[in-house]
């Protein structure tokens, strides 16, 4: 068994490597990164140990003794995946092992809590939600997912704008995390986005335990020519705040998914969200100039 | 999956006017979408091929001190007719004119009137730094440093100057452009026609004199070359600088940094095959001294500490450079209006990474550099520039919007359109903004994805690719002088 | 035929196979989703016993897709050897499973009687196994298929190398590949999953990988797992090399169609790499399937996963693949709920692959939104390495940045090799002898030091 102490011993002195690494680079050092942040070496502060989910795994390397050690460290920097991590006997050494496992209790958490109604008040959204009364419901029963309970149902009828051009919504899906990272930027540049093509937009809302289909059911409700959904997407470990639009033109209940074009990979670290709200409103002008979605529009 | 949906092939020119020769190349540039058809689009050019490569021919001058402009356009339109392709097809690449010949008179006239006969979004361009950078990648001296993980110098040898572009495992780290080339002395009948007077100067710091209608001695102008061969090595600071060395950095440009120090180095320019062959014979028979220059170059002990490795192009280096090596493209996720593209030869305006930090600072900078590029008192056609990458949170964006507004009061009250260029990737929900604010009276081109520096240029061409991109040209100095 | 009997005193009738096979299934949250589940776990235990009760020839005679409308059916009926059915035809399933698990039952016997089922029949005795019988019973079969090497031979325990990137970067794509290769893995093959998967990405890649396995000589099979007419179009259009030709499939025509699919495609697939790939063969199909993608496709006809799952091993086996495996986890929680029922569903496939006569492999993989973790991912790799497995997924640390989602890891093929007792393809281990990545079957202080690759 590894003590506390230990484990204590291991991170420091992963850390100092990291920092030691980070110094002896040559100036203008690597590629630049899109998030700042994560490229620093965790912080020790007195009395706490640093923070692991602060590692860059394409910074780290803790293979011992390799051959062309430098060269490996420059060609892992190409990719986002847990190289260069050594090994104790055939397993795994200890941080890496942690690490994993700290992106993955993030992913978990990602899927199974709720968003908060103070971050979704914060947008101005009102909440209604699916035929799904409990997470457990709701991903076992995608087809409840597709479906506005009844008194949903009841509130977009009575609390959104009739027959707008575009009905703009957004839902948990797979991942609370995306929806509290990304909408606070995503949704105002997506409006924002609309308003600079001159686009009329109907009253957006947000539906809690929602699957991409419920948007077929809300174009019907409310006679939007465009409907477009912001959803959580299932979390990897590289990322639990990755977000999707999805969107469609004169979306119907049983339509083909073909119909359906879609924006994925927005986040910070993937597009950023700001970028991408005025890319998905791009996007939907586009939709309404073709008067067509999914694989009947050429993007 | 959907796959990627664009595929598109523009097609590049490249001229060189040189102090000895002049050469053209075309080049096709393949651009792709690189995401897939679920994300939004992430357009790179994937593929760079020269199909067509001129002859090469003696620059035309009408006097020692004017280019024959006349010959050089005669040039051009012969190489097109050759490779089949018209004016109209290219949509991209350079005309550069280089070493000594930048100096003539008429260099900044022949430029203009050659970059529109080659095409619409065809620039013009020069200067030692960027010629440096572009022979150095025409000679794929980037490519070969990160391949090989090393330091790397190119050192393009031409008649009137040697360019040096410095790559760390392909990173350029640095440029510099000495007055030292094969034709800065000339023979003629056995006889010395011309020496350039830096040269005569530095052989004189030797003892040596130097004098037009002084028999052309190999030995003695052997020796000379050798002296030559020597500031190349203190350049790449495998030799300590003596006393004369600082003079012979063309326009007083800079030197090298000295870290990282070089590990490898190719040639390339006119002089280089003299460098990787030996030659026998007349030494003069090119009516210069290029043969004993490349001799010289060779047999330099500093210099041949360096790992050799041999370029992928050597005379036609800076032509390829030009041709190939000068596009990149913007962001895929842009803002722009149709119709005001292109732009070509518009000066920078750039705020540094400090004054960026704040929006009132970025405002304040953008207030206090704008009347320096309104020599006239007018407002004049200017790009705004800085990273942006502290800008990220649609809050922020806002803000920054509301600062540029402000700062530019003067452009924006212009008839020419207010052009931002950011490197973050926020061009499109920026060009947003600034647009809501703006009501929509003023055409805003806020393009994303390119680094600038301050004195640079900027020429923007015309959308590819679905719209998506815009080909970019940065141009890092127009003339030195 | 009798669909009635008593548990407890209480009367269970079935109206159909159909549905005694669904509700003879253990418990899967995809069965419920299809509203094919037994109601009780009472009910379950009572449609297993009329199950065991039925003979081979019932099962036969009810195709979960009729025959005159479903090519899968088609194929599938077609190819059982009428011979060695009549020997099996009057088994009761019961039977059947005390045959395959008998002590005297060969793995050449079972082998011959694989000729003459159907994959209704495989479904219905693996409902009948607890999760012991299932390792028990597949680790009895060996089925053995040549491409460039040859993979699943005894002793032997391959893996496929998967290098998957978020952009398909050439340079991530090679640090992943020389990473799985220093922990000895890549001897089944070196496969990737694009994110770009048009012809000219596929090609790229294909490329790629063609020349670094002949640059350091490996002796394995690359492959990139586009559709089957995407991977052709990049041979004959641009000249890329074909070892291996991929395609996913499932159990149904419908399902297929919904892969863009027809068994037409995969015989032109297979004749094309025959007369023109850079394989020797005669092996050149890679084929993945998963429970679910029928229902999720709703191309089940009512029928439930397991029997859908079979039925995709009773298709592939027609093109003679080199590898076959089953994605067990990827489909989601509706599918498979939790560790439980994806260690159940993993064992169920491995078993009804090798009674089919498939290579059989296992991607033992969950995503995040489902009960599981990777601890439970270890367990069922442990558990399908004692079952005979044929390989294998390895990824850097199981982590998968591009498809999302968990299953093992560069590390975990090494670790089951050597707790049992197994090597990689004899030529594979010996290029990992020559590398100094192994010793006599163990790993050496050098592997996983991909930086070897990068000496010039």
């Known amino acids: ?77 190409n990719a986002p995946c847990r190289l260069g991590i050594g090994k104790a006997g055939t397993r795994y050494k200890t941080l890496p092992q942690l690490e994993f496992r700290a992106a993955h209790s993030a992913a978990q958490d990602a899927v199974f809590s709720d968003v908060g109604d103070d971050v979704i008040e914060g947008q101005g959204l009102f909440i209604v939600k699916s035929q799904c009364d409990s997470k457990d419901t709701y991903l076992t029963r995608p087809d409840l997912g597709r479906k506005l309970s009844r008194e949903g149902a009841q509130t977009v009828r009575e609390r959104c704008k009739k027959n707008p051009t575009v009905q703009i919504f957004v839902s948990d899906g797979l991942s609370s995390a995306a929806v509290t990272a990304n909408i606070p930027d995503l949704l105002p540049s997506l409006l924002q986005g609309l308003q600079n093509h001159r686009i009329e937009v109907g009253t957006p809302f947000f539906v809690r335990y929602g699957r991409v289909g419920v948007m077929d059911e809300v ?81 | 999956m959907g796959g990627s949906v664009t595929h598109e092939e523009i097609l590049s020119v490249g001229v060189d006017i040189g102090t000895s020769t002049t050469q053209l190349i075309f080049s096709r540039l393949t651009i792709e979408n690189r995401a897939s058809s679920y994300a939004a689009p992430r357009i790179q050019i994937v593929k760079k091929e020269v199909v067509h490569r001129s002859q090469i021919y003696f620059t035309p001058l009408r006097s020692s001190t004017e280019i024959d402009a006349e010959a050089v356009k005669k040039i051009l339109q012969k190489e097109y007719a050759s490779a089949g392709i018209q004016p109209k097809d290219v949509k991209t690449g350079a005309v550069i004119i280089t070493g000594e010949t930048a100096r003539k008179q008429n260099a900044n006239q022949v430029l203009e009137a050659l970059a529109s006969l080659a095409g619409d979004f065809v620039v013009a361009t020069a200067g030692p730094d960027l010629e440096s950078v572009l022979s150095a990648r025409g000679a794929g001296t980037d490519q070969l440093s990160q391949d090989q993980r ?170 390829v450079g030009a041709g190939t090596h000068t596009t990149e493209v913007s962001g895929s996720t842009i803002h722009y209006v149709n119709g005001r593209l292109p732009v070509k030869n518009v000066p920078v305006l750039k705020v540094s990474q400090e004054d960026e930090a704040s929006l009132e600072t970025l405002r304040e900078a953008i207030r206090r550099q704008l009347p320096l590029y309104q020599p006239e008192g007018r407002a004049e056609q200017i790009a705004l520039a800085f990273s942006g990458k502290g800008y990220t949170r649609f809050a922020q964006i806002q803000g920054l919007a509301a600062a540029i507004t402000e700062g530019m009061g003067e452009v924006i009250h212009s008839g020419y359109p207010l052009i931002v260029v950011v490197e973050a990737d926020i061009g499109k929900v920026l060009g947003n903004a600034i647009n809501l604010l703006l009501d929509f009276k003023k055409d805003v081109i806020c393009i994303d994805g390119i680094r600038t520096q301050a004195g640079d240029y900027v020429d923007i061409g015309e959308p590819v690719a679905e719209g998506h991109v815009v080909p970019v040209v940065v141009k890092t100095l127009i003339f030195n002088s | 035929m009798i669909l009635k009997t008593k548990l407890f005193g209480h009367v269970y009738e079935f109206k159909s196979i159909r549905e005694v096979m669904a509700k003879a299934n253990e418990e899967k949250s995809g069965d419920k989703l299809a509203g094919i589940a037994a109601e009780s776990a009472e009910e379950r235990v009572a449609a297993k016993v009329v199950l065991a009760n039925l003979t081979l020839n019932d099962l036969r005679n009810s195709p979960a897709v009729p025959y005159e409308e479903d090519e899968v059916t088609r194929i599938i009926q077609d190819d059982v050897n009428e011979t060695i059915f009549r020997e099996f035809q009057n088994m009761t399933v019961a039977e059947f499973r005390e045959w395959l698990l008998d002590s005297n039952t060969t793995s050449e016997m079972i082998r011959r009687a694989s000729r003459g089922i159907t994959s209704e029949i495989v479904a219905g005795v693996c409902k009948l196994m607890s999760n012991l019988d299932l390792i028990c019973g597949a680790k009895k079969i060996q089925v053995t298929a040549h491409c460039n090497t040859t993979i699943g031979l005894p002793g032997t325990f391959s893996s496929r190398l998967q290098p998957n990137h978020t952009t398909d970067d050439p340079k991530g794509i090679l640090a992943s590949a020389m990473e799985g290769f220093s922990y000895g893995c890549g001897d089944a093959v070196l496969g990737l999953n694009p994110v770009d998967d048009s012809v000219e990405s596929v090609a790229r890649i294909l490329k790629m990988f063609d020349e670094f396995k002949n640059k350091w000589e490996i002796p394995t099979q690359i492959c990139v797992l586009a559709h089957v007419t995407t991977q052709i179009a990049a041979a004959e259009k641009m000249g890329a090399p074909l070892d291996l030709v991929f395609q996913s499939i499932a159990g149904s025509q419908m399902g297929n169609e919904a892969f863009g699919l027809t068994g037409e495609m995969l015989a032109e697939g297979r004749a094309a790499v025959l007369s023109r790939g850079t394989s020797t063969g005669p092996n050149v199909m890679y084929f993945e399937t998963g429970q679910g993608s029928e229902l999720s496709s709703e191309a089940h006809n009512g029928w439930d996963q397991v ?11 027609r093109y003679q693949p080199f590898l076959v495996n089953t994605v067990v986890g990827f489909i989601g929680p509706e599918y498979l709920y939790d560790s439980k029922q994806v260690t159940r569903a993993g064992l169920e496939d491995h078993f009804m692959g090798k009674l089919t006569g498939v290579p059989m492999g296992c991607d033992a993989c969950y995503t995040n939104h489902m009960k599981t973790d990777q601890n439970d991912i270890e367990n069922l790799a442990t558990l399908l390495v004692a079952a005979g497995c044929t390989y294998l997924m390895s990824i850097p640390e199981g982590d998968d940045c591009m498809l999302m989602y968990q299953c093992t890891g560069y590390h975990e093929i090494p670790t089951l090799r050597e707790l049992f007792g197994l090597r990689p393809i004899p030529e594979f281990d010996r290029w990992l002898e020559k590398m100094g990545f192994s010793e006599n079957g163990k790993l050496t202080s050098k592997a996983g030091d991909a930086s070897v690759f990068l000496s010039r």
């Open chain 1, 219 to 299: 174009s019907e409700i409310t006679g939007a020519e465009v409907t477009c959904v912001l959803i959580g997407e299932r979390p990897g470990l590289i990322t639990a705040e990755s977000m999707s639009a999805y969107i469609a033109y004169r979306a119907t209940v049983g339509m083909p998914e073909a119909r359906r074009t879609v924006v994925s990979n927005i986040h910070r670290n993937g597009t950023n969200p700001a970028e991408a709200g005025a890319h998905i409103a791009d996007v939907i002008g586009l939709v309404l100039e073709k008067k067509a979605s999914g694989t009947d529009l050429k993007l």
């Open chain 1, 1 to 77: 068994m590894m003590d506390k102490e230990m484990l204590t011993q291991i991170i420091q002195q992963v850390v100092a490597e990291l920092v030691q690494e980070g110094q002896s680079k040559a100036p203008g050092g690597p590629a630049p990164q899109k998030e700042p942040a994560r490229t620093q070496p965790p912080q020790e502060e007195e009395g706490c140990l640093p923070d692991i989910t602060e590692i860059d795994i394409r910074e780290q390397y803790l293979v011992e003794h390799p051959e062309h050690g430098e060269a490996y460290a420059d060609l892992k920097r």
């Open chain 3, 307 to 317: 029997t859908m799952e079979a039925r995709c091993y009773g298709f592939a086996k």
């Open chain 2, 150 to 319: 090393l330091t790397m110098a190119n050192l393009d040898v031409g008649g009137g100057t040697t360019n040096i572009g410095v790559f760390e495992k392909g990173k350029l780290t640095g440029v510099c452009c000495l007055d030292i080339g094969g034709r800065l002395i000339r023979v003629e009948n056995g006889r010395i026609a011309y020496v350039y007077h830096k040269i005569q100067k530095l052989a004189q710091s030797h003892g040596i004199q130097l004098g037009v209608g002084d028999r052309a001695d190999p030995e003695l102008l052997g020796r000379v070359c050798g002296l030559m061969a020597d500031q190349l090595a203190q350049a790449l600071h495998c030799r300590q600088a003596d006393g004369f060395h600082r003079a012979l950095y063309t326009n007083d440009g800079k030197s090298l940094p000295e870290n990282p120090p070089i590990q490898g180095i190719t040639y390339s320019g006119g002089v280089a095959d003299c460098i990787y062959n030996k030659m026998e014979g007349d030494p003069f028979r090119y009516g210069d001294v290029g043969v004993l220059l490349g001799q010289a170059i060779r047999e330099n002990k500093d210099l041949a500490k360096l790992r050799l490795f041999h370029p992928a192009e050597t005379i036609r280096a800076t032509v």
